[in-house]
């Protein structure tokens, strides 16, 4: 599927850009270098005509992304969270592709939940509105139960919208192939991984069932955030196509004219999203992954509300603890530390130097402490990091690139909310809090623990381990005459009384 045939859809991407007046905005805000802008419009101009007409009451831009497909959609709704790389204008133009996209009929969402529940619509629901918002992947209805007068969220897939997302990824890997091809220098950045981490995320959304498991899980962990509310899930009215969750009422996390006529604080609210977004990435490591304003609202009580679960991500323990330790580092502004944890966790090759590395990352920090978010200039921070990961060969790592790109999203949905917030003041009682209970001595304590339980879990097989090991060693030819047995024979007796012990620990501790 991924060969040259997706030429043509590369070149209706450039081409739908012109038609569409797309192209020369995007370039501006992008602050785009006079060579790249000749060529892109020198590529495109010819071939416009072969372009997707889209919506003409539609900004350029926005006309362009919808008509492009869902994946397009879905890096616009990124940009649209980013007014200071792409400017004011267009984020509230992208703004729309959040929730406000073009829906499908009514009857055809009614035939999906039918065809899901195996239940009529109106033997479910006393009342079924039309769609209150649309984005890429799905529409949702406010409907009310006919058992119990409740009201609830409806979320319906688009039809097709499976096929749409391949044919889309599908041109992405052909792309991403290409680039490594004739950029060789680009191949530390994985592009065809990053396209395959992509695909993975967004093929989760399209099956509502894992989506509804999110949830449920997200509930769980955050039920005790103040200031945070999760809506619980109906699992006898969600399936593969459908999802049914309780309704919340409350004013869109993208209006501030809403949030100040309700009379909310929003500088306290930019400083809780980001606060949120960090208790959840480190103290849970499970944490929602497209945080911009579809998908947030603010409830009469000053509760910030989340909704849509379809990606979320998920980070281990030793990755947090690395994460913490450079936000931190920057935080305090110990830029050797931050480099050392770079290369302690394989980040920067260790042929790469750690001062060099350090003084490059004090030429990112310093910029920007002390100055409000209005004063920063992300599009040129950006530039400059990715010029600094070049120069120290620092590989994309995939583990780290949903945490990296929610994490810009949450900023851009703060910075919106509060144009003046300081980010590292903001993060700081929360990172500290982190690497207090899990860098400190009570984090060894609790390390030691768990792996006394681990090991106890081998404790009943002991015995066929060593048995196992010892007819193996029994089986295999005699050692060399310079080689001494009886150091295996020790090492294997130190490793039978470590799993012992670890078994003996855990029991006491249970």
């Not at 802008?37 to 362009?64: C, E, H, N, S, Y």
């Not at 006394?452 to 193996?472: D, N, S």
């Not at 024979?489 to 490793?495: H, T």
Request: aromatic content about 8%; overall charge negative.
């Amino acid at each position: 599927m991924r060969g040259p045939h997706n030429i043509w859809r590369l070149i209706r991407t450039g081409a739908t850009l012109e038609r569409t007046g797309a192209m020369p905005v995007v370039l501006d805000a992008m602050d785009a270098p006079t060579p790249l802008r000749i060529v892109a419009r020198a590529f495109a101009w010819p071939v416009q005509w072969l372009g997707v007409k889209g919506d003409p009451d539609m900004p350029p831009v926005t006309r362009a992304l919808t008509a492009l497909g869902p994946a397009y959609i879905k890096f616009g709704q990124v940009l649209s969270t980013r007014p200071d790389v792409v400017g004011d204008e267009l984020a509230t133009q992208l703004r729309v592709l959040q929730d406000q996209l073009p829906a499908f009929s009514s009857d055809i969402a009614r035939q999906c939940i039918e065809d899901e529940l195996g239940r009529s619509v109106d033997d479910v629901f006393s009342e079924f509105s039309e769609p209150v918002a649309a984005a890429s992947i799905a529409q949702v209805h406010k409907a009310r139960l006919r058992e119990n007068d409740e009201y609830v969220a409806v979320k319906v897939l688009r039809p097709d919208v499976e096929r749409a997302f391949r044919k889309d990824i599908d041109a992405f890997y052909f792309a991403a192939s290409v680039v490594e091809m004739l950029s060789p220098a680009s191949r530390r950045l994985h592009p065809e991984e990053v396209i395959k981490h992509f695909e993975g995320v967004v093929l989760g959304e399209l099956d509502l069932r894992l989506e509804s498991a999110s949830a449920s899980e997200f509930l769980a962990n955050t039920q005790g955030d103040e200031g945070f509310q999760v809506p619980g899930i109906r699992w006898n009215l969600s399936g593969r196509r459908v999802m049914t969750l309780d309704w919340v009422e409350g004013a869109g996390m993208g209006d501030n004219d809403a949030l100040d006529a309700a009379g909310h604080d929003r500088s306290a609210l930019a400083a809780r999203v980001l606060q949120l977004f960090l208790s959840h990435a480190l103290r849970d490591g499970f944490f929602h992954a497209d945080m911009h304003q579809g998908n947030l609202k603010v409830a009469a009580n000053g509760d910030v509300v989340a909704y849509d679960f379809g990606i979320m991500g998920q980070i281990d323990e030793y990755t947090r603890r690395v994460y913490a330790e450079i936000l931190y580092g920057f935080i305090k502004r110990d830029y050797r530390r931050v480099a050392e944890v770079h290369f302690e966790a394989g980040y920067v090759p260790a042929d790469q130097d750690v001062d060099e590395f350090a003084r490059a990352l004090r030429a990112v920090g310093e910029p920007i402490f002390g100055v409000d978010a209005s004063g920063i200039s992300m599009g040129s921070l950006l530039s400059y990091l990715f010029e600094v990961t070049e120069r120290f060969g620092m590989e994309t790592r995939m583990e780290l690139i949903l945490l990296q790109r929610t994490m810009v999203v949450v900023e851009g949905v703060a910075r919106s909310l509060d144009p003046q917030m300081n980010i590292w003041d903001v993060a700081k009682p929360i990172v500290e809090n982190y690497i207090k209970d899990s860098i400190g001595p009570r984090a060894v304590i609790g390390d030691l623990i768990r792996t006394a339980k681990v090991l106890g879990r081998f404790g009943p097989r002991l015995p066929q381990i060593a048995e196992a090991a010892l007819m193996q060693y029994n089986q295999t030819p005699p050692p060399a005459p310079q080689s001494r047995p009886w150091r295996w024979i020790a090492g294997l007796i130190g490793a039978a009384a470590l799993v012992s012990l670890g078994y003996a620990l855990a029991i006491w501790l249970n």
